[in-house]
């Protein structure tokens, strides 16, 4: 077996025990999205890991991870702060073609490759925005707003919540658990869920945090 497809296994292994379900050509754009991450990053620096094993596992697998907790509506929108190299808003674009998603970040050589990415990998339903979220207007709010390794969570609750959806809800991604960030979350807002992850492959802890806003 070639090591393009020992690397893919690796990816496709650790999917069905997350229990997430994606066709060949799925994982074979996944694969590509890291190749192209870990080409861009030997010039730009866009993640410190710089192995694409490595981006495998702590990138994709983590990100995937993340899936099964989120609601799944065709053509729900999904906001990616802080998106960087686009961990977790592009592996959700690949692995959830009837979402549409919008990363966006505040440096412009991440939104360059994001944009670039997007192209590359015929992701039709992916928009970049440049600019501090706090400051960025969208023509329609989002059923999710994501962050991975953004800020603590009352910043990225107050940044972004102007466009929130009705209804809709905040997940960050975290190490450990954040118990502190969660303490000192404003009293307009209720932690739904502080659920700990297995990322197939991470020695490390792993938890996604759900916020919804209390109603008035």
Do not use: C
């Not at 890991?49 to 065709?74: F, K, N, S, T, Y």
């Amino acid at each position: 077996m070639s090591g393009v497809g020992v690397a893919v296994d690796v990816v496709r292994d650790g999917a069905a025990e997350l229990g997430v379900t994606l066709t060949d050509r799925q994982f074979a754009t996944l694969d590509a999205y890291l190749a192209l991450l870990a080409k861009w990053n030997r010039v730009y620096n866009l993640t410190a890991i710089r192995d694409i094993g490595e981006m495998r596992v702590q990138h994709a697998l983590d990100a995937l991870a993340v899936l099964p907790h989120l609601p799944d509506r065709p053509g729900q929108r999904v906001l990616d702060v802080g998106a960087g190299g686009g961990i977790p808003g592009l592996v959700f674009a690949i692995a959830r073609p009837h979402w549409h998603l919008t990363l966006i970040d505040v440096v412009q050589k991440k939104t360059a490759f994001l944009t670039q990415a997007a192209i590359e990998l015929g992701l039709a339903n992916v928009d970049v925005a440049l600019g501090r979220v706090e400051e960025w207007r969208a023509p329609l709010p989002y059923a999710i707003i994501v962050s991975r390794a953004y800020a603590e969570l009352r910043t990225f609750v107050a940044g972004s919540a102007h466009l929130l959806a009705p209804g809709g809800a905040w997940y960050a991604m975290k190490g450990i658990a954040p118990d502190a960030e969660i303490a000192a979350l404003p009293t307009t807002v209720r932690v739904v869920a502080n659920t700990p992850l297995t990322v197939p492959g991470l020695g490390a802890a792993r938890h996604l945090v759900e916020i919804v806003p209390l109603t008035p």
